[in-house]
């Protein structure tokens, strides 16, 4: 079984930065894709951005280029997402997400609901 906690959510103002992270607990986390996505109240879940196990490779939403960078630490068995220049249509509960069976350009494109492992979410709230 796979337990992952994100933390680092709140309250920022549009331009503002914050830092997801999310620790992953239960099985080995080096060999798993690991990414984030977000869901909006009224909205579906969708993907935001996602890497691979060595950290080589990473994918992000069109949404996500350019303001958002992914990073992992195997060592800590933690992926981050480093958020800059919010706006407030990245209001949403950012959740973290694992699978084993994927890749990091896989995840972008594959139904959520397909994805195996999820945290429980954190909210992220940015005020124009």
């Known amino acids: 079984q796979v337990q992952l906690v994100e933390s680092g959510g709140g309250l920022v103002q549009a331009g503002g930065s914050l830092r997801l992270s999310c620790a992953a607990s239960?099985?080995?986390?080096?060999?798993?894709?690991m990414g984030w996505f977000r869901q909006a109240p009224g909205k579906e879940r969708e993907f935001v951005a996602a890497i691979s196990w060595s950290g080589g490779s990473a994918s992000y939403a069109d949404s996500a280029k350019g303001r958002f960078t992914i990073s992992r630490d195997n060592a800590k068995n933690t992926v981050y997402l480093q958020m800059n220049s919010l706006k407030p249509e990245d209001t949403a509960v950012y959740y973290c997400?694992?699978?084993?069976?994927?890749?990091?350009?896989?995840?972008?494109?594959?139904?959520?609901?397909?994805?195996?492992?999820w945290g429980q979410g954190t909210q992220v709230t940015v005020s124009s």
């Open positions: 239960g099985r080995t986390f080096s060999t798993d894709v």
């Open positions: 997400a694992t699978d084993r069976r994927t890749s990091a350009q896989a995840m972008g494109v594959m139904p959520y609901k397909d994805v195996g492992y």
